[in-house]
Nanobody, 117 residues
Framework: VQLQASGGGLVQAGGSLRLSCAASGRTFSNVIMGWFRQAPGKEREFVASIYWNSGSTLYADSVKGRFTISRDYAKNTVYLQMNNLKPEDTAVYYC???????????WGQGTQVTVSS
């Protein structure tokens, strides 16, 4: 499975961005797609996930109500809509895929999100 993340950029606080993660290669019908982020000097942290089949979602408390994860079957793509961005959302965002819950084995290359105050 190959994952290609895109959509990052520079935005002012309160603004919005939509990240995309296009999947190609071998695919699994029961895959779990997730977004993670890593800020400078910090560990990588979970942001959101979605079960490809059921659409069930999970969010980190820090992004609940501001971020929305979704998927497009036809495009084999997962999105992360980020609204009301805050400077503390600044990080490199990675998409990942798991076959078993919590076991992400496929990773994209990351896309930089910078939120200015």
């Amino acid at each position: 499975v190959q994952l290609q993340a895109s959509g990052g950029g520079l935005v002012q606080a309160g603004g919005s961005l939509r990240l995309s993660c296009a999947a190609s290669g071998r695919t699994f019908s029961n895959v779990i797609m997730g977004w993670f982020r890593q800020a400078p000097g910090k560990e990588r942290e979970f942001v959101a996930s979605i079960y490809w089949n059921s659409g069930s979602t999970l969010y980190a408390d820090s992004v609940k109500g501001r971020f929305t994860i979704s998927r497009d079957y036809a495009k084999n793509t997962v999105y992360l809509q980020m609204n009301n961005l805050k400077p503390e959302d600044t990080a490199v965002y990675y998409c990942a895929a798991a076959i078993l819950p919590g076991s992400y084995v496929y990773w994209g290359q990351g896309t930089q999100v910078t939120v200015s105050s």
